[in-house]
């Protein structure tokens, strides 16, 4: 189960200009107790796809992320058909009708935004070496006060190489797409700076989540 951060309604409450430079110093580099991980190798853009049936037509469900940069914006799309400036995970549903041939996009939904990424890290229990990455997004659709705010699980898991990512699935009641990818930058280094290489023994219990948000001034908080 993952904690909500300590230290974001402390810093809000003290100047709200605080909790925005925190978010802009995301280094991509997060730690719990006994180990940290340095994510800078994933900084460029992935894309994962998932198709479901609903016929007359299907619907492709395409993630777009960077884990540690806001994407680019996409060539040849209206603004309209993409996630605004900020973004670092976006959601795009696709329709598919075979009758026609046409591609529409139904949804743009921001899964990870700089304003409020909060990122939040779990590692992984052992045998598996790895850890969890929670990136929060905007509400969507933004206009209904009901909605829910999305968000982008990263599940990194320690590999020698690096796999191609997968989608898990989409949580639509909580908002959460989970997607699975095995890299070398998951491997934990511990507190005396080793390289916990796969292969080697696994800590023997699993660490608590903790706020990963990045730079000195949050850790100051925190302890």
């Known amino acids: 189960m993952r904690l909500s951060s300590p230290i974001w ?3 809000l409450a003290l100047d709200p200009s605080i909790a925005a430079s925190l978010v802009a110093s995301w280094d991509c580099k997060v730690a719990v107790p006994s180990a940290s991980w340095d ?3 994933l900084s460029n853009e992935k894309i994962v796809t998932h198709t479901r049936s609903s016929p007359p037509s299907e619907y492709v469900e395409e993630v777009r992320w960077n ?3 806001e994407l680019k914006e996409r060539e040849g799309y209206d603004n309209a058909d993409q996630c605004p400036a900020g973004t670092l995970a976006c959601l795009t549903e696709i329709n598919k009708k075979n009758k026609d041939g ?3 996009i139904t949804a743009v939904i921001p899964l990870a935004v700089a304003s409020d990424l909060r990122p939040e890290v ?3 229990q052992p045998p598996s070496k790895g850890l969890s990455l929670l990136l929060h997004g905007s509400s969507f659709p933004s206009s209904d006060p009901s909605s829910i705010r999305h968000s982008l699980n990263l599940t990194l898991l320690c590999n020698s190489s690096e796999e ?3 989608f898990v699935g989409f949580d639509r009641l909580r908002g959460v797409v989970d997607i699975e990818w095995s890299v070398p930058a998951a491997c934990p280094s511990s507190k005396d700076g080793s390289h916990d290489d796969d292969g080697e023994k ?6 608590p989540p903790v706020p990963a948000a990045g730079g000195g001034l949050g850790w100051f908080f925190l302890m």
């Open 164 to 166: 191609s990512p997968k």
């Open 67 to 69: 884990t540690c940069n």
């Open 9 to 11: 309604p402390c810093l």
């Open 39 to 41: 994510l800078t190798s």
């Open 122 to 124: 779990s590692s992984m």
């Open 202 to 207: 696994p800590p023997e219990k699993e660490d």
């Open 102 to 104: 046409v591609d529409r």
